[in-house]
């Protein structure tokens, strides 16, 4: 399919956009879904709790469900936003983890 419409294009762009100003809706629809893509998400406002160990988690799920009930978050956002969440509190655990080694390994004397 590529190399049949090798070379042609700029042409076939052409032909579309001029189908588009002379009114076909289709060339139309295709015209402005390249020019103004369909956005797949949304920027969000949302206050969620500071996490700084894993036990803030529950505070952090607790306004998510909350929000949901609320409507001001859609499922799928809330969703997105706990998958963030997740990677936080993993990150905030590691972390934790390497002091604590760390902490260890010097009053062992690293041995």
Known sequence: ??????????????????????????????????????????????ALPPIENPADLTKATSALLAAVAAGDLTPSEAAELGKLVDAHVKAVEAADFAERLAALEAKTGGA
């Open 1 to 46: 399919m590529e190399a049949l419409l090798e070379g042609e294009g700029q042409e076939i762009t052409r032909k579309a956009i001029e189908l588009a100003k002379n009114g076909d809706t289709v060339a139309l629809r295709l015209c402005l879904e390249r020019l103004i893509p369909v956005r797949k998400d949304r920027p969000i406002r949302f």
